[in-house]
């Protein structure tokens, strides 16, 4: 039988992830992450120098893997990513809210639950931001088609 360790009434629990001023130590740069959690997964990591590194990285598992593989891979990623950068303050996320198809909709949905329990392990702030919040950041409207956001994009240098 298993004992428990911790027990929080929900008076006493605080919400996952929640940014707080305070969280993040103003003598230095905050190393953020920003995730477009998909099989291939775009991401932007500033680091604590006020570098920008982006790319994507893809989490295909071969016909021979386990349904598995891809969430390990993912993790095993993350691991490296941050190791690499010394550490990472808080991890942003698009913020999901429909798929076109069933298939994308767990693999979403799978590496979402590997990244919050990742950062919650490590103790990393993290938060979902709507797409059209990006969208009108970056574009000016939160309805902008794919070529505007890029064109935006690519104006900002």
Same mark, same amino acid.
């Given at each position: 039988?298993?004992?428990?360790?911790?027990?929080?009434?929900?008076?006493?629990?605080?919400?996952?992830?929640?940014?707080?001023?305070?969280?993040?130590?103003?003598?230095?740069?905050?190393?953020?992450?920003?995730?477009?959690?998909?099989?291939?997964?775009?991401?932007?990591?500033?680091?604590?120098? /006020?570098?920008?590194?982006?790319?994507?990285?893809?989490?295909?598992?071969?016909?021979?893997? /386990?349904? /598995?593989?891809?969430?390990?891979?993912?993790?095993?990623?993350?691991?490296?990513?941050?190791?690499?950068?010394?550490?990472?303050?808080?991890?942003?996320?698009?913020?999901?809210?429909?798929?076109?198809?069933?298939?994308?909709?767990?693999?979403?949905?799978?590496?979402?639950?590997?990244?919050?329990?990742?950062?919650?392990?490590?103790?990393?702030?993290?938060?979902?931001?709507?797409?059209?919040?990006?969208?009108?950041?970056?574009? /000016?409207?939160?309805?902008?088609?794919?070529?505007?956001?890029?064109?935006?994009?690519?104006?900002?240098?």
């Amino acid at each position: 039988m298993a004992d428990t360790t911790l027990t929080l009434t929900a008076a006493d629990a605080s919400p996952p992830g929640v940014i707080s001023a305070g969280s993040i130590p103003s003598a230095r740069t905050p190393v953020i992450l920003a995730l477009d959690l998909a099989t291939t997964t775009g991401y932007a990591l500033r680091t604590a120098d /006020g570098a920008i590194v982006s790319g994507t990285a893809s989490f295909r598992p071969s016909r021979y893997d /386990g349904g /598995g593989i891809r969430y390990l891979r993912f993790r095993a990623w993350l691991e490296k990513l941050v190791d690499d950068a010394g550490g990472i303050d808080v991890a942003y996320h698009e913020e999901i809210r429909r798929h076109l198809s069933t298939d994308s909709a767990h693999v979403h949905g799978g590496l979402l639950a590997t990244l919050t329990a990742w950062c919650e392990q490590r103790g990393i702030a993290y938060q979902g931001v709507p797409v059209g919040t990006i969208k009108r950041h970056i574009a /000016g409207k939160g309805n902008a088609s794919k070529d505007e956001v890029i064109a935006a994009v690519k104006a900002r240098g």
